[in-house]
T-cell receptor, first 113, second 111 residues
Framework: GAGVSQTPSNKVTEKGKYVELRCDPISGHTALYWYRQSLGQGPEFLIYFQGTGAADDSGLPNDRFFAVRPEGSVSTLKIQRTERGDSAVYLC???????????FGQGTRLTVV | KQEVTQIPAALSVPEGENLVLNCSFT??????LQWFRQDPGKGLTSLLLIQSSQREQTSGRLNASLDKSSGRSTLYIAASQPGDSATYLC??????????FGEGTQLTVNP
């Protein structure tokens, strides 16, 4: 596709449920990032993939959060036992390499009720 | 740990004014710095990328400068328009593996 695509655009879930958020990066981009953004704040780093492997997952807040990128393209961010504090916009970005621009998707707004 | 600060947090100007947004970072060993704009409820749109070896980059009415040694970047917007109203975010790549963002400057350009 022309840009980074994230689905769904909005997700409302009940506390304690499991959710999956999907990111389709720009074709050919080997680097993929997940960020989380709360209202009025800058994006907060969660995890970085280089190809299929998670090169840096130090931003994941706890073991309820997990992300995969099995074929080096689409990535899924998985959140178990959701809590109200997980409510935020989850942003995905991709770039060709560390010397090029990062492009962001429109985000998934997650609301945990 | 890299920390990025953007000043001011909010700025309101009349249409046509030239303006400067500021970004400072604590670790000067960076790969590059990128400026983004974010419209309400939307994702981030890339504006300019400056490599660590560069001093400035220009795109249309936008000019971004980088002074790596002092840990500063500025985004200059010439002849501002109401359509420029958005939040502007600065992001620094220190490790080659992640971008560290500031909190953003919320710009309002009044017609």
């Amino acid at each position: 596709g022309a840009g980074v695509s994230q689905t769904p655009s909005n997700k409302v879930t009940e506390k304690g449920k499991y959710v999956e958020l999907r990111c389709d990066p720009i074709s050919g981009h080997t680097a993929l990032y997940w960020y989380r953004q709360s209202l009025g704040q800058g994006p907060e780093f969660l995890i970085y993939f280089q190809g299929t492997g998670a090169a840096d997952d130090s931003g994941l807040p706890n073991d309820r959060f997990f992300a995969v990128r099995p074929e080096g393209s689409v990535s899924t961010l998985k959140i178990q036992r959701t809590e109200r504090g997980d409510s935020a916009v989850y942003l995905c970005a991709s770039r060709l390499d560390m010397n090029t621009e990062a492009f962001f998707g429109q985000g998934t707004r997650l609301t945990v009720v | 740990k890299q920390e990025v600060t953007q000043i001011p947090a909010a700025l309101s100007v009349p249409e046509g004014e030239n303006l400067v947004l500021n970004c400072s970072f604590t670790d000067s060993a960076i790969y590059n710095l990128q400026w983004f704009r974010q419209d309400p409820g939307k994702g981030l749109t890339s504006l300019l990328l400056i490599q660590s070896s560069q001093r400035e980059q220009t795109s249309g009415r936008l000019n971004a400068s980088l002074d790596k040694s002092s840990g500063r970047s500025t985004l200059y917007i010439a002849a501002s328009q109401p359509g420029d109203s958005a939040t502007y975010l600065c992001a620094v790549d220190t490790s080659g593996s992640r971008l560290t963002f500031g909190e953003g400057t919320q710009l309002t350009v009044n017609p």
